[in-house]
């Protein structure tokens, strides 16, 4: 049976709020197709500033606004036995559930979570806890839609991911009394390449994982205890020349030697063909159509990265609205499950996130207890399997 141009509307509203945020909430179709989709999109790409999450946001106190020094002194080390880490780590879960339960900004809330996962820690790592919440305001949240490039500078030089991967222990080979100490650490290397940028399959070597460590030999964290920020140690630093990837460094770098590393593999080819493909996983289809995947390469290598104008290519494709008009869906994860629930039935985030903490646990997505740097699965159909051996 053929729908009328008013179904067809709704179902396409429907699939840009399913899409482009957690689901609607009760009315939203509605408001969507009053405003009209493309003004809604528009809204969505701006991300404007949303005074009633805000006030959502307010009974949770300054917490929020903690730099990771002031975590650290008044949770770690201050011996006030009133201030808990666990109610620090509630505010900060509950923080995350408000915004994607109740945010204005939906897209912004998706690659808010899209991106964490893509530059995963774990927030039962031990410095990460108190480390976490500044990772993801300071470094994740405020380049959602810019330049990619930013985003991963940001998450290279914050300390949760300088410590998660290892990194902060990583200084030049070095020689004591005549007998050589190695001090390299391969882990933010290896990963760098085979998860942040180019992707596993990119070609690189083992060489080039051995490469890229040297370059960001001296990136560090001042002190874990009480201070919990960004250092770089000049004395830590492999100077030799370095060849990664097919970008050549020469010998004296310092510093810059990590960061033109970041700028190379952020514009990298690979690069952008990788996360292309991860984006419209995790917006389109659990098999993102090739023409889609090659648009969005195409977008990302003429912008140099600009997450924004690669999400409008995606948006603006006849592949993205597809589904609006199948029988068939992409299966969400769990998260994206229970956050668009609590938005069907209009509900709200109030007090402790425990219960709802607990209920993602059991559904095999702890919230930010992701253990490998993999990131959860963006795959609907892996979560759906996993969910039929369990009960199996």
Not at 14 to 34: I, S
Not at 89 to 103: C, I
Not at 110 to 115: G, K, N, S, T
Not at 190 to 208: M, S
Request: charged share 20%; hydrophobic share 40%.
């Amino acid at each position: 049976m053929a729908l009328s141009g008013s179904a067809l509307a709704r179902k396409t509203a429907l699939h840009a709020l399913n899409r482009l945020g957690f689901g609607p909430r009760p009315g939203d179709v509605d408001a969507v197709l009053d405003r009209g989709i493309e003004s809604y999109i528009n809204d969505q790409l701006e991300a404007r500033p949303d005074a009633a999450l805000e006030t959502r946001l307010a009974p949770l106190g300054n917490t929020l606004r903690l730099s990771t020094t002031q975590v650290l002194v008044t949770y770690a080390d201050s011996g006030n036995q009133i201030a808990s880490i666990q109610n620090y780590l509630d505010n900060f879960q509950t923080a995350k559930l408000t915004r994607s339960v109740h945010s204005q900004n939906q897209l912004e809330e998706m690659l808010a979570d899209f991106w964490f996962n893509h530059f995963n820690v774990n927030i039962n790592d031990n410095f990460v806890r108190y480390s976490i919440q500044s990772y993801e305001r300071d470094a994740i949240r405020p380049n959602v839609l810019g330049k990619f490039e930013t985003l991963l500078r940001a998450t290279a030089e914050h300390p949760a991911m300088l410590y998660y991967l290892d990194n902060y222990l990583s200084q030049a080979a070095r020689t004591v009394n005549g007998r050589l100490i190695q001090g390299l650490n391969e882990n933010y290397g290896r990963e760098l390449l085979e998860l942040h940028t180019v992707g596993v399959d990119a070609g690189y070597t083992q060489a080039d994982v051995y490469e890229a460590a040297r370059a960001f030999t001296g990136w560090g964290i001042d002190n874990l205890a009480r201070g919990g920020n960004f250092v770089y140690r000049s004395a830590n630093h492999d100077t030799g020349s370095k060849s990664a990837f097919g970008l050549a460094l020469a010998a004296g770098g310092q510093q810059d030697d990590g960061q033109r590393l970041i700028r190379y593999l952020a514009t990298h080819p690979a690069t952008a063909r990788f996360i292309s493909t991860k984006l419209a996983r995790r917006f389109v289809a659990d098999d993102p159509p090739q023409s889609l995947v090659d648009r969005m390469t195409e977008t990302w290598l003429a912008s140099e990265g600009d997450i924004k104008a690669v999400m409008k290519t995606m948006i603006g494709s006849s592949e993205f609205w597809a589904e609006a008009f199948s029988s068939s869906g992409k299966p969400k994860t769990p998260f994206e499950f229970t956050i668009s629930t609590i938005r069907a039935i209009g509900g709200d985030i109030a007090g402790s996130p425990r219960a709802v903490v607990a209920y993602l646990s059991q559904m095999g997505q702890p919230l930010y207890q992701c253990i490998p740097p993999t990131g959860y699965s963006d795959s609907g159909r892996e979560w759906l399997n996993r969910h039929r051996r369990s009960i199996a």
